[in-house]
């Protein structure tokens, strides 16, 4: 019964922006941290970010650090990403998933089908 619906996603210009959005249901979602997981083409996949269930600490992987801000609606059962600054590297497949808060994105136990985000000139 739990769903994870991303959406947002698009083509964007490299230095363009774009917030993702995660729809939720099925589970108590103010309880659980939640993470944000990427797979670009020909790639695994790469931990993004991650907050906590109250939404107050949040962590990045390097690569997105000072350029993307996740964050939650607990009253709307929705997750975010807003990208800014985007560059071509960012092109990929980006995925919500529910997890424990940490960064080990094969311990988290549902996703969702993923968004497509190209980032190109």
């Known amino acids: 019964q739990v769903q994870l619906v991303e959406s947002g996603g698009g083509l964007v210009q490299p230095g363009g922006s774009l917030r993702l959005s995660c729809a939720a249901s099925?589970?108590?979602?103010?309880?659980?941290?939640m993470n944000w997981v990427r797979q670009a083409p020909g790639k695994g996949f790469e931990w993004v970010s991650t907050?906590?269930?109250?939404?107050?600490?949040?962590t990045y992987a390097g690569s997105v650090k000072g350029r993307f801000t996740i964050s939650r609606d607990n009253a709307k059962n929705t997750l975010y990403l807003q990208m800014n600054s985007l560059k071509p590297e960012d092109t990929a497949v980006y995925y919500c998933?529910?997890?424990?808060?940490?960064?080990?994105?094969?311990?988290?136990?549902?996703w969702g089908q993923g968004t497509q985000v190209t980032v190109s000139s």
């Open positions: 998933a529910k997890g424990g808060g940490s960064s080990y994105w094969y311990e988290y136990d549902y």
């Open positions: 099925g589970f108590t979602f103010s309880s659980y941290a």
């Open positions: 907050i906590n269930s109250n939404g107050i600490h949040t």
